[in-house]
C-alpha cells in the first residue's frame, strides 16, 4: 500500500512549515507530516526550510543570524488565526502524527534528542535528509529510525548504508525513472518519494512499488491513492 505524506503540512491552503498548515494536514487525515527544522541565533529548534527567513517571511537574513524572539515576531494573523514560525516542541505537543524530521542543522541535534526523550516521544519520530546531517543523528540517536534522502543517479555507496542504517531510501521524483527505481530497489529497502504534486505521478509510484509519496498537494494524492488501494481489492 502507497500512502502519503504531508509535505511542510498543506503549504496549498496555509504558509509552509506552520502549526496551523500542520494541524489542518491532521485534520485533513494526515497520519505523517515531513518538515524542515534549522537553529536560530540562540539555539531555538524552528520550522523553517530555507536558510534565510525571505521566501515566507520576508526577512532577508539567514534564520541562523537571528533571535528566536525576532523570528517569532515575523508573524501575521490570517482569518483570525495566527501564523507564526514555530518551535520543535510546540509541534511536538500540538499533534499526534508521525513526524518525519528534516533537520537542517547539527548544532541542535543533542537539543532535539533531548526534547524527544523528555516528551515521550522519541517513537512518534522520524528523520530524514541528507546523508551528512543523519549522520550525526545516528550518533545521537542510535535507535533513531532514518529515512535517507537520495537524488544522485548512482545508488548508495554500501558503507554509507552501514554507517547510517537507514530503515528507508527517499528519491528524488523524476518523468521516466522506471529502471531507476527498480535499481534502487534492487538494495531490498523501502522507498519514498518527493515531491509529487500530481495524482497522475502518485499513481505511477504506486505501480512502482513506492511506499510513500511526499506531497505539498496532500488532499488530492491521498485520496487518489487511497481509492486506487480500494480498487485493488
Known amino acids: ?13 496555509l504558509p509552509e ?24 541565533s540562540d539555539g531555538h529548534a524552528v520550522l523553517l526550510h530555507d536558510k534565510t527567513l525571505a521566501r515566507i517571511w520576508g526577512d532577508p537574513r539567514p534564520v541562523a543570524e537571528a533571535p528566536f524572539h525576532e523570528v517569532r515576531a515575523l508573524g501575521t494573523e490570517r482569518d483570525g488565526q495566527k501564523i507564526a514560525i514555530p518551535t520543535l516542541e510546540e509541534v511536538v505537543d500540538a499533534t499526534s502524527l508521525t513526524l518525519i524530521v528534516d533537520c537542517k542543522a547539527a548544532s541542535i541535534v543533542a537539543d532535539i534528542a533531548e526534547l524527544l526523550a523528555n516528551r515521550g516521544q522519541r517513537q512518534r519520530a522520524r528523520f530524514i535528509g541528507e546523508p551528512e546531517i543523519l549522520s550525526h543523528i545516528r550518533l545521537a540517536m542510535p535507535e533513531a529510525d532514518i529515512i535517507l534522502s537520495w537524488s544522485r543517479p548512482e545508488a548508495p555507496p554500501a558503507d554509507m548504508l552501514d554507517a547510517i542504517r537507514p530503515s528507508t531510501l527517499n528519491i528524488k521524483w523524476e518523468a521516466g525513472n522506471e529502471a531507476y527505481v527498480a535499481r534502487i530497489a534492487s538494495l531490498g529497502y523501502p522507498i519514498w518519494t518527493y515531491t509529487v504534486d500530481d495524482v497522475t505521478e502518485a499513481l505511477r509510484a504506486r505501480s512502482l512499488g513506492i511506499e510513500a509519496v511526499i506531497s505539498n498537494n496532500f488532499e488530492a494524492v491521498s485520496v487518489a491513492l487511497r481509492d486506487a488501494e480500494a480498487g485493488s481489492k
Open 1 to 13: 500500500m502507497t500512502f502519503a505524506v504531508a509535505h511542510r503540512g498543506l503549504p496549498l491552503r
Open 17 to 40: 512549515n506552520t502549526l496551523p498548515s500542520i494541524l489542518l494536514a491532521e485534520r485533513h487525515g494526515a497520519v505523517a507530516v515531513e518538515f524542515d527544522v534549522r537553529a536560530t
